[in-house]
């Protein structure tokens, strides 16, 4: 966020933008790999990469071996080639995400300059870059960061051909660019990149033109003969070999079970009530989410202009059509936060006194959600948690001294950024987006990696283990492939055989012995995880137990 300067009102000097791409550059490495991957998605996800790298096919995943249909293949690309750059690590696995996140912030940026000013350009540039949905996607090996800049280069390109359009223009460079986002997207998550930019740009033209002009101007879009070459040049080759390979397991496992029953039905129990996305965003827009009420009390005038009202037909889509899915998972969300944080941005221009207690108290309510909890877990959790294996992960933790300290010093300095008045020049959008860089940073840097260490340290402390053994490993009643990534190889999911080590949770364990009987060796354990081998005889147990340590790492 910039004071007053002399560079033009839609423009950002070279050292303005380098500046502010250096920051959220920084901000979308910071603390990268300080965190262990989280399961499920995380874990799964490396894994099917490490695989294919290990298998040498660049062209179908697994997962422990088996066909793995979740996700296309684009994003296993990327975390490929950054694993062969950096090794087997998670900053490795997480790299394309921050790059992507970094790259969607940009993207915003550069769009709202020539259209509403550096101000709100900035602002929104630093608003996505620094809400809790863009920080937790951008830094999870997943393909959800990527997907959403895919997204929002489509949907921002296919205004740019509209407003082409209007201006009466005939270049098609906006719409082929859109074409080519929607083929790399299909590579990365499947129809839904499609589905939503899609609909953004019929329902705007619905709703905006004379149904004759509207018509002809989709027929003109959905008509580009070298929009269509671009897009399945890009995404059908995979998709054909795919098919060709695996056939009917393909269509069943990605296209039914992935993208059509999820969204007939709640898979993996991921349900919710129709209001559950209404909840959801302002939440994934902390600390920036008192800024959405400003947006709703003036969306008639927002209405009235046509670049914002396909902003608002754009976020409204997103929030309508995933409210009515069966499957329900908070990040479906972000794919039309976008657009509202564009019109955030320009309501922080106006915002007043009461926005500035308001931004405050949610950035402080965001340090207490991260820092706070963790800070008063052994207080809270016992009374509170009655699942066995998380009652165990929590039970007795302490926040490490410095998680303490930094936060309440972070918490220290927002209130003197936004309660300071002897500042005129710096206005609310430039000490909000300091502060919130700020908390970003220390949410990032310290907490994120205190509750990664506390959830999932016992599994890659695990994993550390078996992979000095030369037994063959199974996972035993759980799911927790970062196992596999961490021990550098398979292990499928089933009961273990005689002479192999088995992941097991420990309030589970003897229930699963009465099932299938033997005995079994612990060689570690660590909060309601525990590694064992097998002996489906009266072998001799090994004496040893290795003890996890007692407290996380901050």
């Not at 999870?140 to 921002?156: C, I, P, R, V, Y």
Request: glycine letters at 10%; a positive charge; aromatic letters at 10%.
């Amino acid at each position: 966020m910039s004071v007053a300067g002399t560079t033009p009102a839609g423009r950002l000097s070279r050292i303005e933008w380098l500046g502010l791409a250096g920051l959220l550059l920084v901000l979308a490495l910071w603390a990268l790999g300080a965190t262990p991957l989280f399961d499920v998605d995380e874990g799964a996800f490396s894994e099917a990469t490490r695989e294919m790298l290990t298998h040498g096919d660049w062209l179908h995943t697994t997962l422990n071996g088996e066909p793995r249909f979740d996700k296309p293949i684009g994003v296993y690309w990327l975390q490929a080639l950054s694993v062969s750059l950096f090794g087997v690590r998670e900053f490795a696995f997480r790299l394309p995400s921050a790059l992507s996140a970094w790259g969607w912030s940009l993207a915003l940026v550069a769009f709202a300059l020539p259209r509403l000013g550096r101000q709100v350009a900035v602002g929104a540039g630093v608003i996505l870059a620094t809400s809790l949905g863009v920080l937790a996607i951008g830094r999870a090996a997943t393909a959800d960061a990527l997907l959403n800049l895919l997204l929002t280069l489509t949907a921002l390109d296919a205004w740019r051909w509209l407003e082409a359009q209007n201006r009466g223009e005939a270049g098609r460079a906006p719409l082929r660019r859109a074409y080519a986002w929607m083929g790399l997207g299909l590579l990365v998550k499947g129809p839904v990149a499609v589905v939503v930019p899609g609909a953004a740009l019929v329902l705007w033209l619905a709703v905006s033109l004379p149904w004759r002009e509207a018509l002809r101007r989709l027929g003109r879009a959905a008509g580009d003969g070298w929009g269509w070459v671009l897009l399945l040049g890009i995404a059908v080759p995979w998709y054909a070999y795919e098919l060709h390979r695996d056939g009917q397991a393909f269509i069943d496992g990605f296209l039914i079970r992935h993208n059509l029953a999820r969204y007939s039905s709640p898979l993996e129990k991921h349900g919710g009530s129709l209001g559950y996305y209404f909840v959801v965003l302002p939440l994934l827009l902390l600390p920036w989410a008192p800024l959405l009420a400003s947006v709703l009390a003036r969306v008639r005038s927002h209405w009235a202009d046509p670049m914002q009202r396909y902003m608002l037909l754009w976020g409204g889509f997103v929030l309508v059509f995933f409210s009515l899915s069966g499957t329900k998972l908070p990040h479906y969300v972000l794919y039309g936060a976008t657009p509202f944080v564009l019109l955030m941005a320009m309501a922080l221009t106006r915002a007043g006194t009461g926005m500035r207690a308001a931004l405050t108290a949610c950035l402080l309510l965001l340090l207490a959600l991260l820092c706070g909890t963790a800070a008063t877990l052994p207080h809270w959790a016992p009374g509170v948690v009655q699942h066995p294996l998380y009652r165990a992960l929590l039970g007795g933790q302490q926040a490490s001294p410095w998680l303490v300290w930094i936060s309440g010093l972070a918490a220290l300095a927002v209130l003197f950024l936004m309660t300071q008045g002897s500042w005129p020049r710096f206005t609310l959008a430039w000490r909000s987006g300091a502060s919130a860089v700020l908390v970003a940073a220390v949410c990032l840097g310290v907490a994120l990696p205190w509750w990664g260490n506390l959830l999932q340290g016992p599994i890659q402390r695990a994993a550390e283990v078996a992979r000095q053994r030369h037994e063959p490993a199974v996972q035993w009643g759980l799911h927790q492939p970062s196992f596999a990534v961490y021990r550098e190889q398979e292990t499928p999911r089933r009961a273990p055989r005689d002479g192999e080590l088995a992941l097991v949770r420990m309030d589970q364990l003897p229930a699963q012995m009465a099932q299938v009987g033997g005995r079994f060796s612990l060689l570690y354990v660590e909060r309601g995880y525990g590694l064992i081998l097998w002996r489906a005889t009266t072998a001799p147990a090994e004496p040893s137990v290795a003890q996890g340590p007692s407290t996380t790492a901050p």
